[in-house]
């Protein structure tokens, strides 16, 4: 049973490109959020999809966007990327509201 | 505004020894709350989580602790062994929306 697996590992890209990550839930989860880890912090939580909504949203700017596809599978993305957008991304997924939220390893983004 | 407090930011324990990491939140709406440990290069993994209807939750050498009325979780880890050296984050939510972190605890486990 696939977890939560996240594309790419890593991705470096430069000020004031865009960038596209992508994220399958663990089979059988229909809800996928978006976290950012920054280097030795705690993730920040940047929005969470739910039947291919934008059900709730952190304090990030409109840079950040997103879309879940029916197959609950979801991406991320940002625009403009400033050198502070880099950090873990971190995509996680659960089956129902109740249900514990499960992390896949992240994608490491480095802005030059 | 960090919703949940974390301490220590890093602890070092004799293998064989307890950890204990403190959390304490302010959102009373809060009824969720899990422990997520997390090793370098990889995402979190949960370890342990709990409801505010119970005091106190163990699994195998990990146990939480629940105070509702202070507004205070901890962790203590049993007989710690060198495999446990990692980040361990508290965290809290209310009806499955955005997980609120602490700020994260080193545990470095001594041979």
């Known amino acids: 049973d696939a977890g939560v697996t996240q594309s790419p590992t890593h991705l470096i890209k430069t000020r004031g490109q865009q960038v596209t990550l992508r994220c399958s839930p663990k089979?059988?989860?229909?809800?996928v959020s978006w976290y950012q880890q920054a280097l030795g912090q705690g993730p920040q939580f940047i929005f969470q999809?739910?039947?291919?909504?934008?059900?709730q949203r952190g304090n990030f700017p409109d840079r950040f966007s997103g879309h879940q596809f029916p197959n609950y599978s979801s991406e991320l993305n940002v625009n403009a990327l400033l050198l502070g957008d880099s950090a873990l991304y971190l995509c996680?997924?659960?089956?129902?509201?109740?249900?514990?939220?499960?992390f896949g390893d992240g994608t490491r983004l480095s802005i030059l | 505004q960090q919703q949940v407090k974390q301490s220590p930011q890093s602890l070092i324990v004799q293998k064989g020894g307890i950890s204990i990491i403190n959390c304490a939140y302010e959102?009373?709406?809060?009824?969720?709350f899990p422990w997520y440990q997390q090793f370098p290069g990889k995402g979190p993994a949960l370890l342990i989580a709990?409801?505010?209807?119970?005091s106190e939750k163990k699994e195998g050498r990990f146990t939480i602790s629940f105070n509702k009325s202070a507004k205070q979780f901890s962790l203590h880890i049993m007989d710690s062994q060198p495999g446990d050296s990692a980040t361990y984050f508290c965290?809290?939510?209310?009806?499955?929306?955005?997980?609120?972190f602490g700020a994260g605890t080193t545990v470095t486990v001594r041979a």
């Open positions: 709990i409801r505010p209807d119970v």
């Open positions: 996680a997924s659960s089956s129902d509201r109740n249900q514990p939220q499960h």
């Open positions: 089979s059988g989860h229909d809800t």
């Open positions: 999809y739910y039947e291919e909504e934008e059900r």
């Open positions: 965290a809290a939510n209310h009806n499955d929306y955005k997980l609120s």
């Open positions: 959102n009373t709406a809060f009824d969720y």
